[in-house]
């Protein structure tokens, strides 16, 4: 119980300090006209394709369970959120909802009956959804098949179980706006930010967040990317990261559209893995190829970050033995040669590169050591139905090993990256798979 | 330089790169080379298994029928077309059975295991093991799997698992119904006489029911008979 106050206060004292420093200022609020964009004239399927981008499926439906139907568990460090029910059922749905009510709830953040909404639902980004888009995507949730399927309570730690809290986590974070032009810019670009920023909330996973959970300010500059469901989302204006400032917007709309790029003179390989391969598999790969496009074209707009001085001193700390390194080149040529290739060039199309590889070289280092824990395939997709994979090596090596192959990998053949550590591996084996 | 990957490219892979084999090679990281099992008995052998047995567990997994985080998120985003490609591939490698396993439990244990599978117990409306899974228990095609060349462990645990919910076959579940009758001490004899069966070198299952199991079960298409 004493635990719990100190808690309480503890986090009391972290919202004081953090109002003083992060009150936003630059925030629009107000409702402005949509950016130019055709799409459907008809509601219903204008709203089937807003909610596709918006991705609404993938967290409002559990495994096994009805589309949009609710229920999947989404573990933070706040606690376990369960995502309720948007069928248009009467008694355990949104059927009795009405457009003003949706509208409240995407664009203000509060439910129909008038209770705070967890910003695990991304309403700091659907905020700026326009009106029409909103009862759009309404008018599309109503013709769904009702489905009776009761909400599940949040299993959330104190303090954040009560949601009284968000009173002062709204008045510190959020500045309800629909995205407003930008007249400099094109038309095409515009339609790019408002899919990207507002309607397929990228920045949810992709930019970094404070210890609220809450986006930090861009203006910091320090960049960094956000934690999803146990993976690193990498920062969309980080060059080392997922810059795409030199792809071609081809290229970007590939990524996009497969979650998989091969390597060429501009591009890194890349491929999505984890949280962003759902992504890519219930929504992206569905979409139209010119809303890709355009917001192919935002994002590669996107101003990058500088290298950061401060993770170089870090690195130096890290720098790995010649034992380490010898054990990992003995076991990379054991498990990892045969497909990634003697000097980690990659045998196209069964694996890729290692060398220049950024999903390899990342910091922090938890999306290598799950893909080496846990292995797993890209997603399926009407362009590449059958994509290859990478074995699980949690099963045949162990943490340490794991950790020395990953060490070698991530400083060898022009990769410089910090060495991996056991613990890192170790506490990774614990995070949630699915 | 040059010469050492020529050779080394040479000597490795034994199949195209760009192929099912390949494709398949991260199931074998649990499931053994070409789906054989690994020597711990935990992960099981799916070499042989009927294939439309293995895309309902692939499904499954996807479906929540079964549960086991590794599988679900391996199979979550891919498309049933490549899911039946990698059940098929499965299903026609034919690679050797391990040896049976020593028993661990009493003769009269080894009795009752015998007495469940070959026969049932009409007393517990418990259909005997071989009268759906096959003459040889090596499973009916195209969705029955084979009860022998796993291990005992793999049995006991998937039969609690039903026991506990957390494994289903496709609605109606007729083996849902069958674990509830079976008590546990039952469930560990009937594995342990299985997992000591030796495993003949032509191992196959059967291609149809000898008669249609009395028991309705969804994935047994058409009741089991002749369509």
């Not at chain 1, 809450?214 to 920062?235: E, F, H, K, N």
């Not at chain 2, 003769?107 to 409306?125: C, E, N, P, Y």
Request: include cysteine; proline fraction near 9%.
């Amino acid at each position: 119980m004493k635990r719990r106050v100190l808690a309480g206060a503890i986090t009391l004292a972290v919202i004081a300090v953090v109002a003083i420093w992060l009150v936003p200022t630059d925030r629009q609020s107000g409702e402005a006209p949509p950016p130019a964009y055709t799409l459907s004239a008809d509601p219903v399927e204008r709203g089937r394709q807003l909610v596709t981008l918006a991705d609404c499926r993938s967290c409002h439906t559990a495994i096994g369970g009805k589309p949009f139907a609710g229920g999947r568990a989404i573990p933070t460090s706040f606690g376990t959120f369960f995502s309720p029910n948007i069928t248009p059922d009467a008694a355990t749905g949104i059927g009795r909802w009405t457009a003003d009510d949706f509208w409240r709830a995407l664009h203000d953040g509060y439910s129909r009956d008038g209770k705070r909404l967890y910003p695990v639902f991304p309403y700091p980004s659907y905020t700026g959804i326009s009106r029409r888009d909103a009862d759009a995507m309404f008018a599309y949730l109503k013709t769904l098949p009702p489905v009776a399927e009761p909400n599940r309570p949040h299993e959330l730690a104190f303090p954040y179980n009560h949601r009284v809290l968000l009173a002062v986590w709204r008045l510190l974070f959020f500045r309800p706006g629909v995205y407003r032009s930008d007249p400099a810019r094109g038309a095409e670009w515009n339609r790019g930010a408002y899919l990207v920023q507002a309607v397929a909330h990228c920045g949810t996973c992709h930019e970094a967040r404070n210890a609220l959970g809450a986006a930090r300010s861009p203006r910091d500059g320090r960049g960094g990317g956000g934690q999803v469901l146990g993976w690193y989302a990498p920062s969309l204006t980080d060059p080392r990261e997922a810059g795409l400032r030199s792809w071609s917007v081809a290229d970007i709309v590939t990524l996009l559209q497969t979650g998989q790029i091969g390597s060429s003179a501009a591009t890194p390989h890349a491929s999505a893995m984890g949280p962003m391969a759902e992504v890519v598999y219930g929504s992206l790969q569905h979409a139209r190829s010119e809303d890709l496009r355009a917001m192919a074209v935002y994002l590669q707009s996107l101003p990058q970050i500088a290298p950061h001085p401060a993770s170089r001193f870090f690195a130096m700390q890290y720098t790995a033995t010649t034992d380490t390194l010898a054990e990992g080149r003995a076991l990379y040529a054991r498990h990892c040669a045969r497909c990634h290739g003697d000097n980690g060039e990659g045998r196209p199309p069964a694996a890729p590169p290692l060398a220049g590889n950024r999903e390899v070289t990342m910091s922090p280092d938890l999306d290598p050591i799950r893909i080496v824990l846990f292995g797993g395939y890209p997603p399926g997709t009407a362009r590449d139905p059958r994509p290859f994979g990478m074995p699980p090596y949690y099963p045949s090596l162990s943490a340490d090993q794991i950790a020395a192959v990953l060490t070698y990998v991530r400083a060898s053949w022009g990769n410089s990256a910090p060495a991996v550590l056991e613990d890192h591996v170790e506490a990774d084996r614990g995070n949630p798979l699915w | 330089m040059l010469a050492i990957a020529a050779a080394r490219a040479a000597d490795s892979p034994q199949y195209p790169l760009d192929s099912i084999d390949q494709r398949a090679q991260p199931c074998m990281a649990c499931h053994g080379k070409q789906g054989q099992a690994r020597r711990d008995g935990y992960y099981p052998r799916i070499a042989g298994k009927p294939a439309g047995y293995l895309l309902n567990q692939l499904r499954g997994f996807r479906q929540g029928r079964r549960y086991f985080p590794m599988m679900s998120y391996l199979v979550q985003l891919q498309r049933d077309d490549y899911l039946r490609e990698l059940a098929t591939y499965f299903a026609d490698q034919e690679v050797p059975y391990p040896p049976p396993e020593t028993p661990r439990v009493s003769a009269a244990t080894l009795d009752r295991g015998r007495t469940l599978v070959m026969q049932g117990d009409a007393a517990l409306h418990l259909p005997a093991c071989r009268s759906c899974h096959g003459s040889r228990l090596l499973g009916v095609e195209p969705a029955v799997p084979g009860l022998v060349g796993v291990s005992q462990d793999y049995l006991i645990a998937q039969l609690s698992n039903w026991r506990n919910g957390r494994r289903a076959a496709l609605a109606p579940d007729c083996m849902a119904q069958i674990v509830r009758r079976l008590s546990k001490s039952d469930a560990s004899a009937a594995a342990a006489f299985l997992a000591m069966q030796a495993v003949p070198a032509d191992a196959r299952a059967d291609a149809s029911f000898e008669r249609p199991p009395q028991m309705k079960c969804g994935s047994i298409p058409n009741g089991g008979r002749a369509p």
